[in-house]
Every structure is written in C-alpha cells, then in structure tokens.
C-alpha cells in the first residue's frame, strides 16, 4: 500500500519547500577561448558568438 502522510503540510512549509530562493546560485564562468572574455560553460560567448571553437553566431561589428 501507499505511504500517507500523518499530518497535513502547512502552507509555509509548502511554500519553503517550493520557494526558489535557496536553488539560486551563482552561474559557473569560464574564459573564451577566442577573445578570452567571460562567459557561462555550455553557452556560446555572447561578446564573440563561439562556442567550443566553432562560431555559431554571427555577430556585427559596430
């Protein structure tokens, strides 16, 4: 059979629980490998459009 909880769960345990702020994090940054800036790991640098070597956008000079 199902496990049933013995008491029902408050509305502010409920609301910690679900509550986003204690996930926050800071993002892990790494150095581009083409212009050396930083930029969040698994994301294409968004000074320069590479990623992992590649340029995947195409970015205009101003």
């Known amino acids: ?3 049933v909880p013995k008491r ?7 609301d910690k ?4 702020v ?3 994090k800071e ?5 581009c490998d083409h212009c050396g ?7 294409v640098c968004t000074h320069c459009g ?3 070597g590649r340029q995947v956008v195409i ?3 101003a």
């Not at 629980?17 to 986003?20: E, F, L, N, V, Y």
């Not at 993002?27 to 150095?31: E, G, H, S, T, Y």
Request: proline content about 3%.
């Open 1 to 3: 059979m199902a496990i």
């Open 37 to 43: 800036m930083y930029h969040v790991f698994h994301r």
């Open 50 to 52: 590479y990623y992992r």
């Open 22 to 24: 204690w996930k926050l």
């Open 8 to 14: 029902k769960t408050s509305k502010s345990r409920r």
């Open 17 to 20: 629980r679900r509550s986003s």
């Open 59 to 61: 970015k205009k000079e």
């Open 27 to 31: 993002p892990v940054l790494r150095v």
